[in-house]
């Protein structure tokens, strides 16, 4: 599933103004990460409350590892180094961000 917001025109245009084509492959694999991984932290609280909610409504489950941030929360690196593999594939779309799975998870 594509992030929607990495995917707007709007985001094109904005890449296209700063610096046109030069600037595309540094927003995608350096500035994007970042701002995907902040987004996820930034959430990864209620996430776990929601996942917390869940798992009590289910009588006999448990939440394992207890969804702690710095292992629910993708790092940046790992990030990077999927848009680098995204982007490395024949007919890839940019921003190749847009494909990073699960930036946050329940482990």
Known sequence: VEQP???D???AAYVQTLG????????????????????????????RNALEAIVK???GSSLL???ASD???????RM????HEYR???GATWPACARVQDPLRAT
């Open 57 to 59: 409504a289910c009588p």
């Open 20 to 47: 046109g084509s030069s600037l595309r492959d540094r927003v995608d694999a350096d500035a994007l990460p970042d701002i995907l991984h902040d987004l996820a932290g930034c959430a990864h609280t209620s996430f």
């Open 71 to 77: 292992t629910a929360v993708k790092s940046v690196s």
């Open 88 to 90: 490395a594939e024949e």
């Open 65 to 67: 590892g207890g969804c």
């Open 9 to 11: 025109a709007q985001l």
């Open 5 to 7: 917001s990495l995917t």
């Open 80 to 83: 990077r180094a999927k848009v």
